[in-house]
């Protein structure tokens, strides 16, 4: 393992150190339980997310606007 280091605010350690307590193991252990499940729920985003994004906001409307004129 290897050592890290964290920044939480006062109330969320002291949330974690009640839990820790409860649970009888140190907070470290919390911690590392807490990222371990955090990390195997995680879905990675699909790439193809996003891909037609035109960067317009009013895609319908300028389409509507655009149209081929008639033959």
């Not at 499940?37 to 606007?65: F, M, N, V, Y």
């Amino acid at each position: 393992m290897r050592r890290t280091t964290i920044i939480a605010t006062d109330e969320l350690l002291q949330r974690l150190r009640q839990i820790a307590i409860e649970r009888r193991i140190s907070l470290a252990a919390l911690i590392r339980e807490a990222l371990e499940e955090k990390a195997q729920h995680h879905r990675p985003r699909p790439r193809s997310l996003g891909i037609g994004d035109s960067g317009h906001t009013d895609t319908a409307r300028r389409a509507g606007d655009e149209r081929p004129v008639p033959r």
